[in-house]
């Protein structure tokens, strides 16, 4: 076995999102032979890659089947986090992918689906933060059960008093309700708010991270105008619910988000509540799905938009108690509602990394209602 011999099995090996092999897209590094034991590392785009698995058994089999049966392969796994900002990098200088998460109206469960996104990156292995955008009405605290508790101040470099954000289940957190009483309301103009979430972005000492999953109030209005104007938004997820009210107001988050208005990038839509699950001993029993707001109504918007559709979350209880309680599903035991978080999350990654390649968004996902 020869590096050369090695290099020209793997060029066989395709990266299944980008469309290349991976010997072409320079993700082969520190091969090492051995006799008939061959090592290396293959540098995926992201750590919380889902296709990680898929892509090693193919290493495998092509060094074994064009190089020798009798290899002994040991395929090593690290991450470089594509991105693709442009910009010189004042604002949130070390954060590579900044995700929207939007709603036409209120009450869809974006903020559910923001937390549990954001465990589920972190799950996978990436640097992830989580900004509380929702001036009026933040959740984090509640989600995260970090209610009354404050960020501390720091000192970064040169940067005096910047803000520590808050650390909980291996995610930044940062949210207005951590720095005012969670019984007084807020009552700002738009200015005001607006001024708040450049706070956020420009003293929060955020750090390192692969993914800024921010949770944005709902509608389109000035907060969105501000963090758009702000930062480079990777791109956004819209959130809705079956049925037809929450459609029509997605649609309103589509256009503001489009490239008649912001020329952000959507990365998807996401359908919440689709279907009700009785509680079970954490197995799903076929037919056991009642739709309780109407069947596919976001998959359809996402084929009318030509969207990618990132998944069907389902409407359980325990999503609804852990939140309340400041456990996320992501951290519970709740099989059902994990899987498809995690499916969802999984799509969100790849359709980041397939834009940051120039490739486009990823294709409508089918998904299985019976």
């Known amino acids: 076995m020869t590096q050369e011999k090695i290099l020209e099995a793997l060029s066989n090996v395709q ?12 993700m082969i590094k520190d091969i090492s032979i051995d006799g008939n034991e061959v090592s290396f590392t293959v540098v995926l785009t992201t750590p919380a890659c889902p296709m990680k698995d898929m892509i090693g058994n193919a290493c495998k089999n092509a060094i074994k089947i064009l190089v020798s049966k009798d290899a002994v ?6 991450s470089n986090t594509t991105s693709k900002r442009t910009d010189p990098g004042s604002v949130l200088p070390n954060v590579r992918n900044i995700i929207a998460v939007v709603s036409g109206k209120g009450g869809v469960g974006k903020s559910t689906v923001a937390a549990n996104l954001a465990i589920a990156l972190s799950q996978g292995g990436a640097k ?10 933040p959740s984090v605290p509640i989600m995260f059960g970090v209610r009354g ?8 470099g040169g940067d005096k008093g910047m803000i520590a954000p808050l650390e909980r289940y291996g995610i930044k957190l940062m949210s207005i309700g951590l720095l005012v ?7 700002w103009r738009g200015p005001m708010a607006s001024s708040a979430i450049r706070q956020f972005v420009t003293d929060v000492y955020w750090g390192e991270l692969d993914y800024l999953v921010v949770d944005m109030p709902p509608g ?13 938004v990777t791109g956004a997820v819209i959130v809705t619910t079956p049925q037809d009210v929450a459609l029509a107001d997605a649609k309103k988050g589509i256009a503001m988000f489009g490239q008649a208005q912001m020329n952000v990038p959507i990365i998807g839509l996401v359908e919440n509540m689709s279907y009700f699950i009785p509680p079970t001993d954490g ?3 076929p037919g056991n799905k009642y739709y309780l707001f109407g069947k596919d109504g976001g998959k359809r918007l996402a084929e009318e938009y030509d969207l ?10 325990s999503i609804c108690e852990g939140g309340d309680q400041g456990v996320p599903v992501m951290v519970s035991d709740d099989l059902i509602s994990k899987k498809a978080f995690e499916e969802f999350a999984n799509f969100v990654v790849r359709s980041v990394a397939m834009r940051n390649a120039n490739i486009g968004s990823l294709k409508v996902a089918e998904v299985v209602n019976e």
């Open 308 to 317: 990618p559709f990132l998944g069907q979350i389902p409407l359980v209880q």
């Open 220 to 232: 389109t209005g000035d907060i969105h105008l501000t963090l758009m104007q702000t930062v480079p």
């Open 15 to 26: 990266e299944p999102d980008l469309g290349k092999d991976l010997v072409t897209l320079n």
């Open 181 to 187: 009483d969670e019984k007084s309301a807020v009552v």
């Open 149 to 156: 508790e404050r960020p501390m101040m720091m000192d970064v």
């Open 128 to 137: 992830v933060g989580l900004m509380d955008a929702d001036i009026y009405g």
């Open 283 to 285: 197995t799903e029993l």
């Open 73 to 78: 392969v040991k395929v090593n796994f690290t």
